[in-house]
């Protein structure tokens, strides 16, 4: 049960992260840029503080493996994503990127050798079909931008990228905290970069606080977490478990922003995660 409840959070957590990240760009005044910028720092600093924590029970002499090639994938990631909710609704995206994630894991398992089912394959066919529905223009005022499902594309090739560097890292957490560490130096580079060329407007309040939450609470905490739990879920459980994060954030973005949910999205959303599960079926076959 615990370990049920657990992942219960951290899927609601995921799923939070597309609802302040397009709240806060609803802010009069916050951009893109500045909001990735906090989240990345302030995600870096819960994770850093877990990690410093962690160290201190641990023996002395022992050392964490630490890694740092996922730092720009995550930038794509962190960046993408704040991208495409100046925008995209709440659920929307989160469904774009879902989508995203499980075609750039599928490719890489492709390009990496693995013999995949024609179940595997006809999940995969039908999932990007739903994101063709998704984005395809049907009748007035139903398109969606596609600048930023673009934007949201390349975040989850980003997160895609990111996952499978990640995965059977020795030391998730010190993993994470010094990708964060190392993305947020830089976002903090690149914001200040663009304020001393361009000038960026002083981020509100309002849109300060739902960075900071989302980079500290349902992106540092959240991903804590998950890593924790991983290892005890089997992998098509896990994946599995992360077909709700769309379907939380839908009826979120629904309930909490006064997002409208055409029929033409709700078909697309019951096609890509019909297409998802299929493949996951496929791969517990094969």
Not at 81 to 106: H, K, R
Not at 136 to 152: D, F, Q
């Amino acid at each position: 049960m615990r370990l049920f409840l657990l992942t219960a959070v951290v899927m609601v957590a995921f799923a939070a992260n597309s609802l302040l990240n397009r709240a806060g760009l609803l802010q009069p005044g916050m951009d893109a840029i500045s909001f990735g910028t906090l989240r990345l720092v302030a995600g870096a600093g819960v994770l850093g503080v877990l990690f410093w924590l962690r160290q201190r029970r641990r023996p002395q002499g022992t050392r964490p493996v630490i890694g740092v090639r996922g730092v720009l994938p995550l930038l794509l990631y962190i960046y993408g994503f704040s991208a495409a909710y100046g925008a995209l609704d709440a659920g929307l995206g989160a469904l774009v990127l879902f989508g995203c994630v499980q075609l750039t894991m599928f490719i890489a398992a492709i390009a990496q050798g693995e013999v995949l089912s024609m179940r595997r394959l006809l999940g995969a066919t039908v999932a990007f079909g739903g994101l063709v529905l998704l984005l395809a223009p049907m009748g007035a005022g139903a398109a969606i931008s596609l600048p930023h499902a673009a934007a949201m594309a390349a975040a989850g090739i980003g997160w895609g990228v990111y996952s499978l560097l990640g995965r059977g890292a020795p030391d998730p957490l010190a993993a994470t905290a010094t990708n964060f560490a190392g993305a947020a130096v830089l976002g903090m580079g690149a914001s200040l970069g663009l304020a001393l060329w361009q000038g960026l407007p002083m981020p509100p309040p309002a849109g300060v606080a739902l960075a900071v939450l989302s980079g500290a609470v349902t992106s540092g905490l959240g991903y804590a977490v998950w890593y924790q739990i991983l290892p005890q879920l089997r992998a098509s459980t896990a994946a599995i478990a992360q077909l709700t994060v769309p379907v939380i954030a839908v009826l979120a973005g629904v309930l909490l922003l006064g997002e409208a949910l055409s029929a033409q999205a709700l078909l697309a959303a019951a096609v890509v995660l019909s297409g998802v599960l299929l493949s996951l079926s496929g791969a517990r076959r094969s």
